[in-house]
């Protein structure tokens, strides 16, 4: 990503969709009231500070600036258990500018809870009295579920983030900070326009760029594999194509494949649901091979 101005445009495509439809909707939180310790300029100051911060080491784009201010844009999605906003994080007067998808997880009032239980199988907590809310759904046991997935997709993103960048085999958003339920990650599209990179499901390739975002597709399935993780819920929904690179997204889920009893079954379906797409546009692929070939490097057989 390059430093530069950024100008949007309205009507962009929507972003690490859950569902093909789309619902546009107004901001998450109403307009802030005048306030005296708000920056002359955009809605609020930069939340940099105080946040827990992505891995080193930090890519350039990265504004850690204390005088940078954000900026919302808009929505980029609505999903089951967060939403998605555009933001622009800008130091006032200077070209120093990044473009960050604010992924904010729902409260214990408004989030969907139907697929948790299987997600949650072999995460644990600490506590006692946590596990307990947790496990009978009380309103605090959601908020600390709902605090989980937000964890769990910054730790992911940043470890897959460290091998991406040390293998070249697998390509996640760097996580660039995690505040309570809220994390910023690196928006993947057009930062001139705000315009998101489309998802694998809207990509028409031919026989050799399908050929290679298979490949691209194998290569991110075995590097999870290998750390013993199972994406959880991939699909060509969630997956990105950005400059002819396959970009791995929305990765709350993560599934420990071996604390998880169901590791191998959730480790499975993540490769049917791709292959079947790419099936479906001409593509041969073997997906049972590859399966068994996962459940190998995972430690699985």
């Avoid at 920056?39 to 850690?64: F, K």
């Avoid at 994390?183 to 028409?204: H, K, N, S």
């Amino acid at each position: 990503m390059r430093e530069h101005e950024t100008t949007m445009r309205r009507g962009r495509r929507k972003f690490d969709d859950d569902e093909p439809t789309f619902v546009k909707r107004g901001r998450l939180e109403p307009a802030l009231q005048e306030d005296p310790d708000l920056p002359e300029e955009g809605d609020r100051w930069s939340t940099w500070d105080g946040a827990l911060h992505g891995p080193d080491p930090r890519p350039g784009w990265v504004r850690t600036e204390y005088g940078a201010v954000d900026t919302e844009l808009g929505m980029l999605k609505t999903g089951k258990e967060a939403d998605v906003f555009l933001v622009r994080r800008a130091v006032p007067g200077t070209d120093q500018i990044s473009m960050l998808a604010a992924k904010r997880y729902r409260d214990g009032d408004h989030r969907m809870f139907h697929r948790d239980a299987g997600y949650l199988e072999g995460r644990r907590v600490r506590r006692s009295r946590e596990m307990r809310a947790m496990s009978n759904r009380t309103s605090f046991g959601k908020e600390m579920i709902s605090g989980q997935w937000a964890a769990a997709e910054f730790g992911a993103l940043s470890r897959l983030w460290q091998v991406g960048q040390e293998s070249g085999l697998i390509c996640v958003p760097y996580p660039v900070q995690l505040s309570g339920t809220e994390l910023m990650l690196e928006f993947i599209g057009d930062w001139e326009t705000g315009e998101a990179a489309p998802r694998l499901a809207q990509v028409r390739a031919d026989g050799g760029e399908l050929a290679d975002l298979w490949r691209q597709m194998t290569d991110a399935l075995s590097v999870l594999a290998r750390a013993q993780v199972a994406h959880g819920d991939l699909s060509p929904y969630n997956t990105l194509v950005h400059n002819g690179r396959l970009v791995l997204i929305d990765l709350p889920q993560i599934v420990d494949v071996i604390a998880n009893p169901r590791g191998g079954e959730f480790l499975a379906r993540d490769v049917r649901n791709v292959a079947g797409w790419f099936r479906s546009r001409g593509l041969a692929v073997d997906e049972e091979t590859l399966i068994e070939r996962l459940h190998h490097e995972a430690g699985l057989r």
